[in-house]
């Protein structure tokens, strides 16, 4: 069993930068793949980064290319989201997730484990 809890989000002003964690319990953490999702009011849950269990490989989506960076700190059993350069409509509710396997995965369904949620929002 793991369990995940996302800390870090709050309101910033577009251009802003803010930096998500998610703290994972479980002495699974370091042999697995994690990512990072979100949930805008009125739309799916969609996918934002994801991370090998080594960190040594990561994947983003398109639309955040360039201005995130995923990363995890496997001897804290932590995992990382720098969020920079803000824009309005990166404003959701960010999850962290956990998939059984050390390879990463961009679709939800390929996910195990989520943490509760943690919101963002940016101003213009």
């Known amino acids: 069993q793991v369990q995940l809890v996302e800390s870090g989000g709050g309101l910033v002003q577009a251009g802003g930068s803010l930096r998500l964690s998610c703290a994972a319990s479980g002495r699974t953490f370091r042999s697995v793949a994690m990512g990072w999702f979100r949930q805008a009011p009125g739309k799916e849950r969609e996918f934002v980064a994801a991370?090998?269990?080594?960190?040594?490989?990561?994947y983003y989506a398109d639309s955040v290319k360039g201005r995130f960076t995923i990363s995890r700190d496997n001897a804290k059993n932590i995992m990382y989201l720098q969020m920079n350069s803000l824009k309005p409509e990166d404003t959701a509710v960010y999850y962290c997730a956990v998939r059984s396997s050390r390879t990463y995965g961009s679709s939800i369904a390929e996910y195990d484990y989520w943490g509760q949620g943690t919101q963002v929002t940016v101003s213009s």
């Open positions: 991370i090998n269990w080594t960190g040594g490989s990561t």
